[in-house]
Each structure stands twice: as C-alpha cells, then as structure tokens.
C-alpha cells in the first residue's frame, strides 16, 4: 500500500520561504514514476505545482516557476517542496502525490494546510 | 498549455438520478491522458477514471468515462448521497505538465 505524508510548518511568515516534505512509504521514489506537488487555497479548485521524476528531473508550472524548487532524496524515499517569496494568495492546502503515469494521480497524501500571514 | 474547462459548475439532482459532467479542453487532447477525480470536503481527491475510461482501483461501476478530442465526459449513474460532492478533470501526458479543470459541484435538489 503505498503511502505519503506531507510535514511542515503550518504558518508562513509573507516573504518568507515555505518548505514541506512529503514521506513516502509502501514504494521506493527511486523505482520510478513522478512526484507531485499540487495545492488549493480555501474553497478552489486544484493547482499543479510542479514534479519531481526519481532521477531527479523537475518540471514546474510556469506560473510559479521563479519561485519553486522540488528535490527528491532517494536515501530516505522523500520528496520536497521549496517555494519563495511567499505571500497571503499561497495560503493553501498543500498535496503530495504520486503520478502513475498513464493510470493519473494514483495516490495522494492527506494534505497540509498551510497560511501565510504575519 | 492545456485549457480545461468543465460545465456546469453546479449540478442539481436527486438520489437515483443520472448526472453527466462535461470537461472540455482547449485543443485535442489524447484519450490516454484525460482522468476525473472526486473530492470530498476536508479529504484529498480520489482517482475514479484514467484514460478516459478505465475505472481506478475500487470504483464502482456506476462511474463512466467517456469522451474524445476536445470533449469528455463522466456519467454517474444511481445517483447515492455520498456522491453529492466535487469533481475535476486532469489533463496529464507522458511528462508534466499537468492541468485540472475548474470543478463541478454536484448537489442534492
């Protein structure tokens, strides 16, 4: 059963950099597949943040790509999210997930909420 | 980048009813690489259809998929309470970037 949990610090100061780690248990990050960050602030809909491929490809969403950075670290089969420059519109509940190719996003973790706000 | 635009945004029906929920893209897109997903309040999305079609792990037959180019569709059939809650189409492909669409509410009449 393969298993993610995202942690980190729920509140942001703005300007600040948030970071979140999503562990991953049940299956190996370095066996292959994308690992995903997606978000959605209160009461909207889904945003692709940007992937990490286990060898250590990135891809990022345009729209934030100035300010995100995602690594993987197969040693400890975890993933990581960095994204700068934080202010009040990057409040959001923030997701892992694993894209399983062609079968989509196959397994989520529960989601973090996190708030910027002095 | 791909557009995807689902209608309507909130759909009203009764339990036992069939309800049908568009997502369109804004160029043809590959049957292989279009997925729909529910979501209930407080919980994380759940895969219900990959490839257009193919039912995910679990998931009752009630939930279809159909669709092709620029229009898709998922049908929900025998309509059950614990249906009445968001869903989002994703357009995915070999590689990212990835897309979702804007979301649909389906709520009790």
């Known amino acids: 059963q393969v298993q993610l949990q995202e942690s980190g610090p729920g509140l942001v100061q703005p300007s600040e950099t948030l970071s979140l780690t999503c562990a991953v248990s049940g299956y190996s990050v370095s066996s292959g597949y994308y690992w995903d960050w997606i978000r959605q602030p209160p009461g909207r809909g889904l945003e692709w943040i940007g992937s990490v491929y286990h060898s250590g490809n990135t891809y990022y969403n345009t729209s934030l790509k100035s300010r995100v950075s995602i690594s993987i670290d197969t040693s400890k089969n975890q993933f990581f999210l960095r994204l700068g420059s934080v202010t009040a519109a990057d409040t959001a509940v923030y997701y892992c997930?694993?894209?399983?190719?062609?079968?989509?996003?196959?397994?989520w973790g529960q989601g973090t909420l996190v708030t910027v706000s002095s | 980048e791909i557009v995807l635009t689902q209608s309507p945004g909130t759909l009203s029906l009764s339990p036992g009813q069939r309800a049908t929920l568009s997502c369109r893209a804004s160029q043809s897109i590959s049957r292989s690489y279009l997925a729909w997903y529910q979501q209930k309040p407080g919980q994380a999305p759940r895969l219900l259809i990959y490839?257009?079609?193919s039912r995910a792990t679990g998931i009752p037959d009630r939930f279809s998929g159909s669709g092709s180019g620029t229009d898709f569709t998922l049908t929900i059939t025998r309509l059950e309470p614990e249906d009445f809650v968001m869903y989002y189409c994703q357009h995915y492909g070999s590689a990212p970037p990835y897309s979702f669409g804007q979301g649909t509410k389906l709520e009790i009449k």
């Open positions: 997930a694993r894209h399983g190719g062609v079968r989509g996003t196959d397994y």
């Open positions: 490839g257009t079609s």
